[in-house]
């Protein structure tokens, strides 16, 4: 039973460039959330995709965007890349039937911005 | 604003004692509360989850408690082992648990 997956492992961009991460969920699993880890810091939420739509987002501005295919998996887009924007950028899934369900995260892509 | 915090960065033990881990928030009631635990360069691995109206669960080494009261989680693990050396997450949420708000972990270290 695969858990969750993404793509790429690292990444190293340059500031003012676009990034695209990438997403397949858990198996059984139709809500992706993305979560930004700084350095020594806890996840911060941006956002979450169910039915291929934006449900819910955090505190993060418009440059972060996001997409859900019909499979379930998801991307998240980043624009205009500054160098705060290096992190660890988690994708978590869960089944949206089991609202309190604890998550299920892949480990992430390590993006460096130059 | 919703402020969660883990009592410290680092807690170091030795190998067979108990690691008692803290938790606190403010501005948040949360319907339910997570511990995770991370390794370097992996993404966090769910533990245990305990709702508001639980005041204790326990999953083979591990115990948390949950006072709404106080805000405050404790998360133990008892017969500590080098193995059990990792970050500690704690995770509140409301009814969704894919937007849950995480703390800033504590790093534990085990010594043999």
């Known amino acids: 039973d695969a858990g969750v997956t993404q793509s790429p492992t690292h990444l190293i961009k340059t500031r003012g460039q676009q990034v695209t991460l990438r997403c397949s969920p858990k198996?059984?699993?139709?809500?992706v959330s993305w979560y930004q880890q700084a350095l020594g810091q806890g996840p911060q939420f941006i956002f979450q995709y169910y039915e291929e739509e934006e449900r819910q987002r955090g505190n993060f501005p418009d440059r972060f965007s996001g997409h859900q295919f019909p499979n379930y998996s998801s991307e998240l887009n980043v624009n205009a890349l500054l160098l705060g924007d290096s992190a660890l950028y988690l994708c978590?899934?869960?089944?949206?039937?089991?609202?309190?369900?604890?998550?299920?995260f892949g480990n992430g892509t390590r993006l460096t911005v130059t | 604003s919703q402020k969660i915090e883990q009592n410290s960065e680092a807690l170091n033990i030795q190998e067979g004692k108990t690691a008692t881990l803290t938790c606190n928030y403010t501005n948040y009631s949360p319907a339910y509360l997570q511990w995770y635990r991370q390794d370097p360069g992996r993404g966090p691995v769910f533990l245990l989850l305990?709702?508001?109206?639980?005041k204790e669960k326990r999953k083979e080494r591990l115990k948390v408690t949950f006072d709404t009261t106080l805000k405050q989680s404790l998360f133990h693990i008892t017969a500590s082992q080098p193995a059990d050396s990792a970050t500690y997450l704690c995770a509140l949420a409301n009814t969704n648990a894919g937007k849950s708000t995480f703390g800033d972990g504590t790093t534990l270290t085990v010594k043999p």
């Open positions: 305990i709702r508001e109206n639980e």
């Open positions: 198996s059984g699993h139709d809500t």
């Open positions: 978590a899934s869960m089944s949206q039937g089991s609202y309190n369900s604890p998550l299920h």
